[in-house]
């Protein structure tokens, strides 16, 4: 039980993460100024997509987590393809539709990243922030 405590505190840490990056590449996009609409749509489709994949690799661990060593390394790769998919599949949309700046979608989508490193940091000023109440 406590591991799955933990893996949803993690989890809230990293879209948390993700927040914190999406807004202040939101700020760098408002004073750049270059074509805001479509920079700002592709960039939240991005950081949109990087919050999803968070859920579903959490998600997608906890199933492998039931299965056997093979079974666990199957289902890994099954998901993370369909994840890979799914980007291309959304940023080829927005691309095609026009709905957006792909590069600043990639750039909303390496919010996931972003947060990752920045989870150590996150979860100690949350423990900080609890423990003083």
Request: charged share 20%; with cysteine; proline share 1%.
């Amino acid at each position: 039980m406590k591991k799955i405590e933990k893996a949803e505190r993690t989890l809230i840490e990293m879209l948390i993460g993700i927040l914190v990056y999406a807004v202040v590449a939101q700020i760098i996009c408002i004073i750049i100024g270059y074509d805001l609409a479509k920079v700002s749509a592709g960039l939240w489709i991005g950081v949109i997509l990087a919050a999803v994949m968070a859920v579903h690799m959490k998600r997608s661990l906890e199933d492998a987590l039931d299965l056997g060593e093979s079974g666990a390394l199957k289902h890994i790769r099954k998901t993370y393809l369909l994840r890979i998919a799914a980007v291309l599949f959304v940023l080829g949309a927005a691309l095609y539709f026009r709905i957006g700046n792909v590069f600043s979608a990639f750039v909303g989508l390496m919010s996931l990243k972003f947060a990752a490193y920045l989870q150590p940091v996150m979860h100690k000023i949350l423990t900080k922030t609890k423990k003083s109440k």
